[in-house]
């Protein structure tokens, strides 16, 4: 087929047209997938990476109570490692001075700690609050721990403790520090209830993942300069498992022995707590 040139000329304004159009089209959708894509990071960060602590406390509990029956599966510990790394050393720290012992475990999620503690069949004689701002992780918790005259379960936030000052021989909180509205003010709380003497174990989260949590972690001189201003003293930094630190430290005073966990005045006051 032979076009004239008149034919060329009538075709040309509306390809360029089309092109033109097409050009448009082609990088609006360039610009919307790469807003898709922005948009499933955001999602991706705020619900998975940093579990919706940028969100609010509603959020954060929200999804551990989605995510309760499914908890121990992810995280998928060897119980052996648990009672090697978590339950022989945290039971050295208490020592002998705070037994029997009456321990609050602030976030205790699953009761991993009480039930590593107890697998490991040290501190029989130790009397357990164990609290989280989510309902279905304590439920789970129910369900591990057996012997429950030993265990209180109580369902609430730590930004604020329902206990008076001075109340716990041990206070204890494990990777849920950042996951808090206001860490700060949750380590105060942590430390009001604590007796003088008495013990202190925290983590701090470190590691590649922290760097994905701007302003809800420290760094290991941070976190022993906010302990020592608070009076804390014996304070032991050292490496725990994946991507935490350990960090145990006493509060300042006399411990007067013996530990709480028969004292009938403070299982009176326990009874008292919703
Ligand atoms: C990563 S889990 C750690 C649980 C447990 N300590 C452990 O080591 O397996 C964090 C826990 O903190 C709890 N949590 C988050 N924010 C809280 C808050 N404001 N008050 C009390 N618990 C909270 C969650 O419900 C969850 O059970």
């Given at each position: ?8 000329y ?43 602590v ?32 978590l ?9 002998e ?137 014996a ?15 006493v ?24």
């Open positions: 087929m032979v076009y004239n040139k008149q034919d060329v009538s075709i040309h304004p509306f390809c360029d047209h089309c092109i033109h159009i097409l050009h448009h089209l082609l990088l609006l959708t360039l610009l919307f997938i790469a807003l898709l894509a922005l948009i499933a990071l955001a999602i991706y960060w705020l619900f998975f990476v940093t579990e919706g940028y969100l609010g406390e509603k959020v954060v509990v929200w999804l551990y109570d989605l995510y309760a029956r499914h908890y121990d599966t992810i995280k998928d510990w060897d119980l052996q490692d648990e009672i090697e790394y339950a022989q050393p945290f039971v050295a720290l208490i020592g001075r705070r037994r029997p012992p009456l321990i609050l475990d602030v976030a205790t999620g699953t009761g991993r700690l009480p039930l590593a503690v107890q697998l490991s069949g040290l501190l029989p004689d130790a009397r357990w609050v164990l609290l989280d701002a989510s309902n279905n992780m304590l439920q789970v918790a129910k369900e591990r721990l057996t012997s429950h005259d030993r265990y209180h379960f109580i369902h609430q936030s730590a930004q604020s403790l329902p206990f008076e000052d001075a109340f716990f021989d041990v206070v204890t909180c494990l990777e849920a520090l950042e996951f808090m509205p206001d860490p700060i003010h949750a380590l105060d709380e942590l430390i009001r209830v604590l007796r003088p003497g008495g013990l202190l174990l925290i983590t701090n989260r470190t590691g590649p993942g922290a760097r994905w949590l701007p302003g809800r972690i420290w760094t290991r001189n941070q976190v022993f300069q906010l302990l020592k201003s608070r009076g804390m003293t304070i032991g930094i050292r490496p725990f498992l994946v991507d935490y630190e350990w960090v145990s430290a509060k300042k005073g006399v411990f007067i022995s013996p530990g709480r966990a028969q004292d009938p005045l403070a299982l009176a006051k326990l009874r008292e707590l919703p």
